[in-house]
């Protein structure tokens, strides 16, 4: 069974950065596609980042230049580091893993962050 466990949210003032984590077990996590998506209240679970197994990232351009992500396959983590915070990135944020070829899927149950003065 592939378990994700994220960490790092909380309160953080406009202009501050904030490091999320997603701990992922199960096996051949190098293989996954990770992402995280943000989900704020009254709105739609949308897609902040993604990172492929080679390496490959992606952002829409609601974050793009403030929002990084990064894995380590031998620690089975994926990390988005998040810079220049706003208001409008107060969300519930949530880690994706994704196997295409075996039709797997699996979610995290989300941490929060807070943008707020």
């Known amino acids: 069974q592939v378990q994700l466990v994220e960490s790092g949210g909380g309160l953080v003032q406009p202009g501050g950065s904030l490091r999320l984590s997603c701990a992922v077990s199960?096996?051949?996590?190098?293989?996954?596609?990770m992402a995280w998506y943000r989900q704020a209240p009254g709105k739609e679970r949308e897609l902040v980042a993604a990172i492929t197994n080679d390496g490959s990232t992606s952002f829409p351009d609601s974050v793009k230049g403030r929002f990084t992500i990064s894995r380590d396959n031998a620690k089975n983590t994926v990390i988005l580091q998040m810079n220049s915070l706003k208001p409008e990135d107060t969300a519930v944020y949530y880690c994706?893993?994704?196997?295409?070829?075996?039709?797997?899927?699996?979610w995290g149950k989300g941490t929060l962050v807070t943008v707020s003065s």
């Open positions: 994706n893993a994704k196997w295409s070829a075996y039709g797997m899927n699996y």
């Open positions: 199960g096996p051949s996590f190098r293989f996954a596609v």
